[in-house]
């Protein structure tokens, strides 16, 4: 991305102290944006999905805030996901089938610019109760969706999240806006040229292990059996999961499972 594309100003004021406090000085601006210029490099370049959740954990540390998600569904309704939610929050919002009712979905499919969450209807009570679960989750009690549509139904969001007081957002929000929506339009950019190629995603490789993991799942047992079969302690057994989720861009392990099964990766 040419250099001209990012204009930074002070690395993100309040939301800086979460971490180490900024100097604020020439010296810092230009480290942030050599840094996001690399991110927006990476992404360019990107094989696969993996790459793609390898640069919205990159993002996150850079901005240093909570998190950071890309999600998107491609013109035949496939959906994807990079990012860094917990597994948990993941598991639960499948779970209770959120997306049905999610305010931040709702609110951007009704919406072309960003949306801080706060300008969206939060007024109903399973809206209240679902924001409350969220933070409790640890997504962060603040929020910025970017939509993004592209061709032939094409839709995705990509969200930047933190947990900390209005003004401090406010401060980021302000100071980051623009380059957001650069990078948000590059992670889409690369997810339709991975669809144009010929698929919806390349196909990922996965290890050994991992694939191990994800057969012994497809074959219906739990992750206890399957990490004995593997002789790994579950802890172990949970990290190749993951690792094999981000690079199929799946939403949970259930998903990853299936996903896996689909692209011929595992035989049961």
């Avoid at 694939?211 to 990490?227: C, E, F, I, P, V």
């Avoid at 990290?239 to 939403?251: C, D, P, T």
Wanted: with cysteine.
């Amino acid at each position: 991305m040419p250099g001209s594309l990012l204009v930074l100003r002070s690395p993100l004021g309040p939301l800086r102290r979460f971490r180490t406090e900024s100097k604020g000085d020439s010296r810092s601006r230009q480290v942030m944006k050599e840094k996001l210029e690399a991110l927006c490099e990476l992404v360019q370049k990107a094989d696969d999905v993996g790459d793609l959740q390898t640069a919205t954990e990159q993002l996150r540390e850079i901005l240093g805030i909570a998190h950071i998600v890309y999600h998107w569904v491609n013109s035949v309704g496939e959906r994807f996901g990079a990012g860094t939610y917990s597994q948990d929050w993941v598991d639960r919002y499948v779970e209770k089938d959120y997306l049905r009712m999610d305010p931040v979905i709702l609110g951007c499919l009704q919406r072309f610019n960003p949306v801080d969450w706060k300008e969206l209807d939060w007024s109903s009570r399973a809206s209240r109760a679902f924001f409350r679960e969220a933070v409790e989750y640890g997504v962060g009690n603040q929020g910025l969706s970017i939509p993004i549509r592209g061709p032939a139904g094409q839709f995705a969001l990509f969200t930047a999240s933190h947990n900390c007081d209005d003004y401090s957002w406010a401060t980021f929000v302000d100071e980051n806006m623009r380059d957001l929506m650069i990078i948000a339009h590059e992670f889409n950019k690369r997810a339709l040229e991975f669809e144009q190629e010929g698929d919806s995603a390349p196909t990922p490789t996965l290890s050994p292990r991992e694939l191990a993991a994800m057969t012994y799942l497809a074959k219906g047992m739990s992750r206890a059996q399957a990490a004995q079969e593997m002789e790994i302690s579950e802890h172990t057994l949970r990290v190749y999961i993951e690792a094999a989720r981000h690079k199929l861009g799946a939403l949970n392990t259930t998903h990853a499972v299936a996903r896996a099964l689909s692209r011929g990766l595992i035989v049961v």
